[in-house]
């Protein structure tokens, strides 16, 4: 199976900084990931597929990059709306396996 | 709109059975495979399994943790997707997503998932 890592397990942020989270995959994967936000009680939100393409409606200060076996999800400026956990998840393989969350927490 | 609507979630004990549905609607239920994801309490996110749609053959594949207990079906004419999950253990203890999945090329059997339901809570404990 594919394993995904992702980097950091938490990250403390304030409003108006700019993150990045990383997600590594144990092999290639060409760009087929997607990243997801999860709030408590919620259901999760799909933020990009295919590793850079916004969905619509999700804010522009979101970005997504990489290919193969690196990939990053980068807000450009953190509004108070996206203190969250972040997942990221391959679909190169039908195992669809996640990354095990970043917590961005408001420092 | 696209809605996503678990039901059947709750208490059950080690070795029993509990069958979780999921209502969709606001879109075409018998174009899309149908995805369950679950969390554990603290943990991160697992999918579970899927059942492709009947154009595409409805293809079911799970997760190893839960091949052999569990079955994904579904019924088009009703808009529901289920999960049975039997012979149950309380590392199954989670919130269960029901999910669905878009495909990004035709043939593949992996899915990137777009709507979520608000999710189900079983909890096995003796």
């Known amino acids: 199976d594919i394993q995904m890592t992702q980097s950091p397990s938490t990250l403390s942020a304030s409003v108006g900084d700019r993150v990045t989270i990383t997600c590594r995959a144990s092999q290639s994967i060409s760009r087929w990931l997607a990243w997801y936000q999860h709030k408590p009680g919620k259901a999760p939100k799909l933020l990009i597929s295919k590793a850079s393409s916004l969905e619509s409606g999700v804010p522009s200060r979101f970005s997504g990059s990489g290919s193969g076996t690196e990939f990053t999800l980068t807000i450009s400026s953190l509004q108070p709306d996206d203190f969250a956990t972040y997942y990221c998840?391959?679909?190169?393989?039908?195992?669809?396996?996640f990354g095990q969350g970043t917590k961005l927490e408001i420092k | 709109e696209v809605q996503l609507v678990e039901s059947g979630g709750g208490l059950v004990q080690p070795g029993r059975s509990l069958r979780l549905s999921c209502a969709a609607s606001g879109f075409t239920f018998g174009d899309y495979a149908m995805n369950w994801v679950r969390q554990a309490p603290g943990k991160g996110l697992e999918w579970v399994g899927f059942i492709k749609s009947k154009t595409d053959g409805e293809t079911i594949e799970y997760a190893a943790s839960v091949k052999g207990r569990f079955t994904v079906s579904r019924d088009d004419s009703k808009s529901v997707a289920y999960l049975q999950m039997n012979s149950l253990k309380t590392e199954d203890t989670a919130v269960y997503y029901c999910?669905?999945?878009?495909?990004?090329?035709?043939?593949?059997?992996?899915?990137?998932?777009?709507?979520w339901g608000q999710g189900a809570m079983v909890t096995v404990s003796s």
């Open positions: 998840q391959q679909y190169n393989s039908y195992s669809h396996t």
């Open positions: 999910i669905r999945g878009r495909r990004p090329y035709a043939g593949t059997s992996a899915y990137y998932f777009d709507y």
